[in-house]
């Protein structure tokens, strides 16, 4: 029967093989889940996750990128197979697609300044920061309804709204757990922290994670069950998420509990219990009023003991129970009515252990409590419950710090080394790069290098030194260095960090190689309409002799010969300059939306760049890639123009039926003695530094679309320039 099995299995996965199919995967962005890295390569947990699905299975899979509205409205009109990307997985997402079974959970997290000591309830008065149109945003909305001060502002990305906090313009941010571990390890290490609260959980929201469907694609969905649920038994998912996420596990309360405080306390509780249990049973025999003993003998005020029947009617409530639950003996007259489920009653009637969440007067709290059977009158039960809410909380928050410590340590995307005496703790991302092979080392062992340059911090008795772009670490790659000394208890730690910015780098110079390319792309097609000005005066002029001569003499047609073979020469060179002339159908808020990352990375840390589209929908109809180079070289003329900081705002509306892209900068504005050249060929205002074709080329690209590039300026104050592109439908 196993090798038949075996045969099946076989047979179908040859099956799809043969008959692989063409399937559209739908993504928004969304690190780490979904990203483009510099490169122009797509990566991430849900990357990793579908290319081994369409592996596995023979599926050849196109991917195709959508802002996270247009990939909800792509699964219900049926226009993608897969959409991926951090989808949340709710009931009314679920009435118009189909979803996989979950691959992660998550949960919706308050992120907050490392300064902030306050309460949870204090977070309502404030302003908070969201995501358009995200989960985030939907919760924002759910807490607004109940604290009518809480302020909502909302961002286009969530980069955005991470930066607002930084400059203080919202108090607080909603967003997702594990890309909110990403952007502060990535970006505000030391900055930011995830709320911990005293009376509230680690998550606002927990949420369940999967790939969303088009209703009709019941068979991909089966599918991709089967392989989602073949890695999770494989333990292939958890090798997944250890490589993608810095924290693999949210912390809970009760993993917790159970591993902690139960081993090392039960002991003692059960001896107490015991006792009582013990002494209750000896007085039953003894005394009648066994209820008055009870209440006098074993009214413990910090135990709460209730004597239950098989139907949860309850024969006897002490002062413990009256003051740690807050009610009286008379306002509760059945034990499930103060569990907070009422499925948890046939845990109880089960001797032993257990941890119940239970409605107090109060709130909710959870209780320790030891069930034991009873023989007396018309109790069966009695339960002893100690209050632990507290405690719980203590330990689960400093658990959670310990853990967050080692975890942004251990499982930081940043090569780190820590020293103290001699030993020497480094961590995964270290280990990978240098190929080391132990974790616990020794200073000697070491790469020289390292060696060097740790051995120079401390001899310099300095608290902290850095170094920028060092390409002598590591061959092939560039890192900033970060070097910290701290004294904790009399003991020196010394910890290095190492950044990898290769890829910024990389970065930095495929913008360099596409301001050359287009220049010498506009040198060449400049010079080439040029001469062939000229070379078209001397075909007139060889006419005109040819007409006013012999026609025997055979020179002038030679010089029209020759001039028109130049001219073809030329026009064949600037063909080999040219990126593709093909025009096609922009949806500009999508191709916006998409570029913004990046146009925000050119534009450098220390200017803020804005993205708003005003007025939604349009299309036009270009050259995508002249498209992107004309915004490009708008943005790199911005930030030449500023001085220090500054913002670049780029605005997208509809005006009397035309497409409008602004490019505004707060730079030095352009002097009222040059605006009139600044669209003239091999005129720049960068002195040697530019070639004086931006501009011009950015011109010839309006007019050929039938569009139009104007601007306004004053000078000392900034400048703003206008692409006008005919709307399309």
Request: hydrophobic share 40%; net charge neutral.
């Amino acid at each position: 029967m196993r090798i038949l099995t075996i045969l099946i299995t076989s047979f179908v996965l040859v099956s799809f093989n043969l008959y692989s199919a063409d399937i559209d995967i739908f993504y928004s962005q969304y690190k780490p889940f979904v990203y483009t890295d510099y490169s122009g390569n797509l990566k991430g947990f849900d990357i990793d996750l579908i290319k081994g699905f369409c592996e596995e299975l023979g599926y050849n899979c196109r991917f195709t990128s959508k802002t996270f509205n247009e990939l909800l409205k792509s699964v219900s009109k049926n226009e993608c197979d897969i959409a991926i990307g951090s989808i949340y997985i709710n009931e009314d997402r679920k009435k118009r697609g189909l979803f996989s079974i979950p691959y992660l959970n998550s949960g919706l997290v308050a992120i907050v300044k490392n300064d902030f000591h306050d309460n949870y309830n204090s977070l309502m008065n404030k302003s908070v920061g969201v995501k358009t149109n995200a989960t985030g945003h939907i919760l924002a909305k759910k807490l607004k309804d109940k604290h009518h001060l809480l302020e909502i502002k909302e961002y286009i990305s969530t980069y955005d709204s991470f930066m607002a906090l930084a400059k203080n313009e919202v108090s607080w941010v909603i967003n997702d757990y594990y890309n909110s571990l990403d952007m502060i390890y990535s970006n505000f290490r030391g900055e930011f922290k995830i709320l911990t609260l005293d009376k509230k959980p680690l998550f606002f929201e927990k949420s369940e994670i999967g790939f969303y469907l088009p209703l009709e694609k019941t068979t991909l969905q089966k599918n991709l069950n089967s392989y989602l649920a073949r890695l999770k038994d494989n333990k292939k998912l958890d090798e997944l998420v250890n490589k993608w996420f810095y924290l693999t596990k949210p912390i809970t309360i009760k993993e917790y509990l159970i591993s902690t405080i139960i081993t090392t306390s039960a002991g003692l509780i059960s001896i107490f219990l015991i006792v009582i249990v013990g002494v209750l049973r000896i007085k039953n025999t003894k005394l009648r009023a066994y209820n008055a003993f009870l209440r006098s003998s074993l009214d413990l005020p910090s135990v709460a003991i209730i004597a239950f029947d098989e139907n949860g009617k309850i024969v006897l409530w002490n002062k413990g129970a009256e003051k740690l639950i807050g009610f009286n003996e008379h306002d509760v007259k059945n034990i499930k009515e103060i569990l907070s489920k009422t499925e948890d009653y046939n845990s109880i009637t089960v001797q032993g252990n257990l941890i119940l969440k239970i409605n107090t007067k109060s709130s909710l709290k959870e209780f320790y409590v030891s069930i034991h059977k009873a023989e007396f009158y018309s109790a069966r039960y009695i339960l002893f419950g100690i209050d632990v809410s507290e405690t719980i909380k203590a330990l689960n928050s400093k658990l959670l710090y310990e853990s967050l410590y080692y975890n942004v340590i251990e499982n930081s995307s940043n090569a780190v080394v820590v020293l103290e005496n001699g030993k020497v703790f480094l961590n995964k991302t270290f280990i990978n790069l240098f190929n080391v092979k132990d974790k616990f080392t020794n200073f000697e062992t070491l790469p020289d290098n390292i060696k060097k340059l740790l051995k120079k911090f401390i001899d310099s008795d300095k608290k902290s030194m850095q170094y920028f772009s060092m390409e002598n670490i590591i061959a092939g790659k560039i890192f900033d260095v970060s070097l910290i000394k701290d004294s904790i208890e009399a003991k020196n730690y010394y910890l290095a960090i190492f950044t990898d910015v290769t890829e910024k780098h990389q970065q930095q110079r495929l913008v360099e190689l596409a301001e050359k390319d287009e220049a010498i792309a506009n040198i060449v097609t400049s010079t080439v309409y040029d001469i062939n000005n000229l070379l078209g005066v001397i075909i007139n002029y060889a006419s005109i002799i040819k007409l006013n001569n012999d026609e025997n003499i055979q020179e002038p047609e030679k010089i029209i010969e020759v001039a028109e073979k130049c001219s073809q020469f030329l026009k064949s060179l600037n063909n080999l300059s040219k990126v593709s002339q093909d025009s096609s159908k922009i949806d500009i808020d999508s191709f916006l939306l998409q570029k913004y990352d990046f146009f925000k990375k050119v534009a450098g840390y220390n200017i803020n760049l804005e993205l708003k589209i005003t007025d939604s929908g349009g299309y036009i109809v270009a050259n995508e890639q002249k498209l992107m180079q004309a915004i490009l070289n708008l943005i790199i003329n911005a930030k030449d123009a500023i001085i220090g900081s500054g913002s670049i705002i780029i605005d997208k509306y509809i005006e009397n039926g035309f497409i409008i892209i602004s490019v505004t900068d707060t730079g030095q504005g352009i002097p009222d003695e040059i605006k009139s050249r600044i669209f003239e060929r091999f005129y720049s205002t960068k002195g040697d530094k530019g070639t004086g074709l931006g501009l011009y080329a950015i011109k010839i690209f309006m007019e050929n679309i039938k569009g139009d590039i104007y601007f306004k300026s004053k000078y000392k104050e900034g400048t703003t320039f206008y692409l006008k592109f005919q709307k399309v439908d």
